[in-house]
């Protein structure tokens, strides 16, 4: 009889219990509804974070496998060429040379500057400068892999420079500077070969229109439009041959008693080079450059350009 109404008493007080708490949570609801809303939402919120957190922690006694990010400093870029030269006629031998010096400040991003001269090793006297001539020269800004094809195979790089007037001949005939462009597509058939096509629009800035030399007129350029077409092949992992067909097309000033004034010249010719990597930054190599293929009267001479053209070997030390 005691335990029944024990029983009856816990069922009672069960109850009464269960109704207060559904009141009270009823109540809350109605009160706080809104508030426990974002709550919940603050919650979920802080709740995604730390689970966000705690993938980038490794827990104690746990190996974690991180994806590795590549560091990347800026890196000191160097470069000398020499090019014996020969072909001119005369008895000259010129050694047209390249010096290099950049940062590279990522991966993609190089910022150099780059200076050609010539030396003189016959018939000295036949350049201004006696042995040294100075030739053009150029602040480079290069920007690689601004477009890449999702196989790789296809590329765009963009580069822009600005070109003092180092160049003797052309100070001398009034330039300022002059502003290049390279928009570069590169075209991967294959790990050997490759079709290389460059646009390249040049802007000059000249102090005056013109120049008479010897009593022959000459107007000077304004603007430039160069196409670069090169067909690149690894015969070996270390031995490369290059074949550029270079065009460009020269718009010139107006000058008075300049055949060329206000008038359109044209430039064709090809570049082939054999390259051999030796290591450590060295190459060897051969090379050849035509003279232009285009006559003066717009015809097309290529076995005068071959003719004219000069022979080179190449020694190139890299940093």
């Given at each position: 009889?005691?335990?029944?109404?024990?029983?009856?008493?816990?069922?009672?007080?069960?109850?009464?219990?269960?109704?207060?708490?559904?009141?009270?949570?009823?109540?809350?609801?109605?009160?706080?509804?809104?508030?426990?809303?974002?709550?919940?939402?603050?919650?979920?919120?802080?709740?995604?974070?730390?689970?966000?957190?705690?993938?980038?922690?490794?827990?104690?006694?746990?190996?974690?496998?991180?994806?590795?990010?590549?560091?990347?400093?800026?890196?000191?870029?160097?470069?000398?060429?020499?090019?014996?030269?020969?072909?001119?006629?005369?008895?000259?031998?010129?050694?047209?040379?390249?010096?290099?010096?950049?940062?590279?400040?990522?991966?993609?991003?190089?910022?150099?500057?780059?200076?050609?001269?010539?030396?003189?090793?016959?018939?000295?006297?036949?350049?201004?400068?006696?042995?040294?001539?100075?030739?053009?020269?150029?602040?480079?800004?290069?920007?690689?892999?601004?477009?890449?094809?999702?196989?790789?195979?296809?590329?765009?790089?963009?580069?822009?420079?600005?070109?003092?007037?180092?160049?003797?001949?052309?100070?001398?005939?009034?330039?300022?500077?002059?502003?290049?462009?390279?928009?570069?597509?590169?075209?991967?058939f294959g790990p050997q070969f490759s079709l290389i096509l460059q646009e390249i629009p040049v802007l000059y800035a000249f102090s005056r229109e013109g120049n008479v030399t010897d009593g022959v007129a000459s107007a000077n350029p304004i603007f430039e439009n160069r196409v670069y077409l090169t067909a690149s092949y690894d015969i070996t992992p270390n031995l490369n041959f290059s074949l550029p067909l270079m065009v460009w097309a020269t718009w010139h000033r107006e000058?008075?008693?300049?055949?060329?004034?206000?008038?359109?010249?044209?430039?064709?010719?090809?570049?082939?080079?054999?390259?051999?990597?030796?290591?450590?930054?060295?190459?060897?190599?051969?090379?050849?450059?035509?003279?232009?293929?285009?006559?003066?009267?717009?015809?097309?001479?290529?076995?005068?350009?071959?003719?004219?053209?000069?022979?080179?070997?190449?020694?190139?030390?890299?940093?």
């Amino acid at each position: 009889m005691q335990i029944h109404t024990l029983k009856s008493c816990c069922v009672a007080l069960q109850r009464v219990v269960r109704r207060g708490i559904s009141r009270a949570f009823g109540w809350f609801e109605l009160k706080y509804k809104g508030a426990l809303l974002k709550s919940l939402i603050v919650l979920s919120f802080l709740i995604s974070v730390g689970s966000l957190f705690a993938e980038t922690q490794s827990a104690p006694g746990t190996t974690q496998q991180a994806v590795p990010v590549p560091s990347f400093g800026p890196q000191i870029t160097a470069m000398v060429e020499l090019r014996p030269s020969f072909g001119y006629g005369a008895n000259r031998l010129l050694s047209e040379n390249t010096a290099n010096l950049g940062v590279k400040i990522t991966p993609e991003i190089l910022v150099d500057y780059t200076q050609y001269f010539n030396l003189n090793m016959a018939n000295t006297t036949a350049l201004p400068s006696g042995f040294v001539h100075a030739q053009d020269g150029f602040l480079r800004g290069r920007l690689s892999g601004v477009w890449k094809s999702v196989s790789g195979d296809f590329q765009l790089d963009y580069e822009t420079r600005v070109y003092p007037a180092t160049h003797i001949s052309r100070a001398a005939a009034g330039m300022i500077a002059a502003w290049r462009n390279y928009a570069t597509l590169t075209q991967k058939f294959g790990p050997q070969f490759s079709l290389i096509l460059q646009e390249i629009p040049v802007l000059y800035a000249f102090s005056r229109e013109g120049n008479v030399t010897d009593g022959v007129a000459s107007a000077n350029p304004i603007f430039e439009n160069r196409v670069y077409l090169t067909a690149s092949y690894d015969i070996t992992p270390n031995l490369n041959f290059s074949l550029p067909l270079m065009v460009w097309a020269t718009w010139h000033r107006e000058f008075a008693g300049a055949a060329n004034s206000g008038g359109v010249s044209y430039f064709a010719g090809i570049w082939p080079e054999l390259d051999y990597s030796v290591g450590n930054g060295t190459t060897l190599g051969i090379a050849y450059y035509s003279d232009n293929f285009i006559t003066a009267n717009g015809g097309v001479d290529i076995g005068a350009g071959l003719s004219a053209g000069v022979g080179q070997m190449v020694l190139r030390q890299s940093l």
